[in-house]
């Protein structure tokens, strides 16, 4: 990955983050609200791979705590597991695969929805385990209606790699 | 690893100390530096916002006009009624030297800011707006809109602060219904919504009825919110055989999920304690 392209993800993060915080969170369907950042840093983790996810989720994280002047750190911690973990699924299977952003999104809404779960419950926390489960569907709904235009700018913005540029640890099973 | 490391010292060091210390500062003058860039995806936001308010207008304006028509008639009646009994009640005030506690808006100035985010997850519904202590804003100062109770304030940064949402898992808000004058307090039920809880089931409280805020009761308790600020209508309220109070459901009157600006009632000298 070139410094050129940290740039670009950074901006794109950003963007998104403040895009989130501003206008997205006050959308209200069914109780939930796209989340427009979760689907940047997917797309992101699936065309760069873990090391940008990772990076691109921890710094997304801030700006969003930050944002909302919420627990610093909080947010930081489930984007940077989540943009990690994608971005292994992107490098070890066909990242060219058309089904890959949608399925990587309904996994990570609901694997993100638990993270912050979970995060508040050892925190001793508000965990509504109950209000979380009702806005899932409408939450997971919302965010694969927004993937596909959000997956085919970051696309264009960030150029898939080539083969050779594509991790070494690990070996490529699609 | 090291981000995940980085991320559970930032979390333990922003939770053991939420409201002061060398990182809630930090946190204060990121959210300075972020502030424009809020207010600009705000303010390209708000063309459609607007657009979608006009047409969501226009679908319910007509079935809008008689129900308000209908309710200035009512309230015209009730204006009159009440305009006679508040001149009684300054009189025998008056006569008896009744001394009254801090009552909204009476002994509080506004100060008006700017919404720049809110989080509505179920987690926490929070909102940051454009004032701090710079303003004169303190920590749990209440906080409303033009049609009503919108929260408290949890947390006050130098330029920024904090406002807890009235439907918020952690807010808990006295209240009294003014038709019957059943108490209780307001805040989020099971299913989600705002509930009036701990009201005794022989009372008889409607739907309709409105609830405003109870102020504070006993002097040595004093409440963070002053009597009369407006927080709903009740919607729905019954009694069953399993639960030990009156199930009230209420509507509040702020629309909590659109809101871009907030007034902070900040106490005078006279009503600080």
């Known amino acids: 990955m070139s410094l050129w392209d940290g740039v670009k993800i950074a901006v794109l993060l950003f963007v998104a983050a403040v895009a989130q915080v501003s206008v997205f969170s006050q959308i209200d369907v069914f109780g939930a609200a796209p989340d427009l950042l979760l689907v940047t840093l997917v797309a992101v983790s699936l065309l760069r791979g873990s090391v940008a996810g990772a990076c691109g989720g921890f710094f997304a994280g801030l700006v969003v705590d930050t944002g909302t002047l919420g627990t610093l750190g909080l947010t930081s911690l489930v984007l940077t597991l989540a943009g990690f973990w994608i971005g292994r699924y992107g490098e070890t299977t066909g990242r060219d695969r058309a089904h890959a952003p949608y399925l990587s999104i309904a996994v990570v809404t609901v694997l993100y929805e638990f993270g912050l779960l979970v995060v508040h419950f050892v925190l001793g926390e508000s965990a509504p385990a109950g209000a979380v489960f009702a806005s899932l569907l409408p939450a997971v709904i919302l965010n694969l209606v927004v993937t596909g235009p959000v997956y085919a700018i970051v696309r264009r913005l960030l150029r898939p790699q080539a083969p050779a540029e594509l991790s070494a640890e690990v070996q490529l099973l699609g | ?273």
């Not at chain 2, 690893?1 to 060091?13: D, E, F, G, K, Y």
């Not at chain 2, 679908?59 to 009646?77: D, H």
């Not at chain 2, 809109?145 to 330029?159: A, E, F, H, P, R």
């Not at chain 2, 809880?197 to 504070?216: C, F, I, Y």
Request: hydrophobic fraction near 40%; charge should be positive.
């Open chain 2, 1 to 273: 690893m090291a981000l995940v490391l980085v991320s559970l010292t930032l979390l333990t060091i922003s939770f053991r100390s939420p409201t002061s210390g060398a990182l809630h500062d930090l946190q204060g003058a990121g959210s300075t530096v972020l502030r424009p860039f809020q207010i600009a995806a705000s303010r390209v936001a708000q063309p459609f916002r607007d657009a979608y308010d006009y047409f969501d207008g226009l679908a319910t304006a007509k079935s809008e006009n008689a129900k308000l028509r209908s309710e200035v008639e009512f309230w015209r009646s009730e204006a009159l009624l009440n305009a006679v009994a508040a001149r009684q009640e300054k009189a025998i005030a008056r006569e008896l030297h009744y001394r009254a506690g801090a009552t909204f808006p009476n002994g509080y100035r506004a100060v008006t800011a700017r919404v720049i985010s809110s989080s509505a997850s179920p987690f926490a519904r929070t909102l940051v707006i454009t004032a701090g202590s710079a303003e004169g804003i303190r920590n749990r100062a209440p906080v409303v809109s033009g049609d009503g109770l919108v929260g408290l304030v949890s947390n006050v940064y130098s330029q920024t602060a904090v406002v807890r949402l009235l439907t918020d898992t952690q807010s808990v808000v006295p209240a009294v219904d003014v038709q019957t004058n059943a108490s209780g307090v307001v805040r989020q039920g099971s299913a989600g919504g705002l509930i009036l809880d701990e009201v005794n089931k022989q009372l008889a409280v409607k739907a309709g009825n409105q609830l405003v805020t109870q102020g504070t009761i006993d002097p040595n308790y004093p409440d963070l919110y002053p009597f009369g600020i407006p927080i709903g209508r009740v919607t729905h309220a019954h009694a069953t055989d399993t639960s030990s109070f009156l199930v009230v459901e209420l509507q509040p009157y702020a629309n909590l999920s659109s809101l871009q600006a907030v007034s902070v009632l900040v106490a005078t000298k006279k009503h600080r304690k």
